[in-house]
């Protein structure tokens, strides 16, 4: 099992800051993924990260991938409400092992 | 809305009692997988069917936990005898058009999921 340790568990912030969450592990990854899940709903799919040092953008939203494909962080730049939820990082799988989030609240 | 559907949303039994949900995935999807999420965790994997074939089961799916997919549509989970600890967020997600026989790791839709309170 590739255990995936998230931080920070929480955050907590005024709209229009940045932040960046990260998502680490001692195991490299062929992929990994970044979901949102809001609160009632199931996770969604943002992002898949594929080659190390790779960066997306999505919006507002920067992912990296790291070099030694060990680990990945997530950037949000000038957050939003609409930025709350829990961010989830996991490798690409059949069955997905998630870690535990990050649990962001954006505040107004 | 991302086409998966489950019910019910919610529900609240006493322990002991049995219960049974239902997901409906997205139609042209032949996989179907089951999670659990508890408070301040992400979801676990708990089983996943390809059409009705159920390929494996996590051992966090208790002997009382069972899944079937009969007809490689729609799904149930039931629980028999719950128990306090079962109480969770139970989430469905399908993947992989009908036309690929066989592709892992496609992009899994969630449904919303069915909350249990077992009192």
Redo the contacts between chains.
Sequence with gaps: TQLLEQSPQFLSIQEGENLTVYCNSSSVFSSLQWYRQEP??????LVTVVTGGEVKKLKRLTFQFGDARKDSSLHITAAQPGDTG?Y?C?P??????????TRLHILP | D?G?SQNPRHKITKRGQNVTFRCDPISEHN?L?W?RQTL??????LT?FQNEAQL?K?RLLSDRFSAERPKGSFSTLEIQRTEQGDSAMY???SSTPREVLAR??D??Y????TRLTVL
């Design positions: 009632g709903e199931g996770p969604v799919l829990l989830l996991a690409r799988d059949d069955k997905i092992i998630f870690g535990k989030g | 991302t998966v996989r997988y999670y301040g965790q992400g979801p676990e994997f996943y494996e996590s989430l469905c997600a892992s790791s992009t899994q969630f449904g919303p999921g």
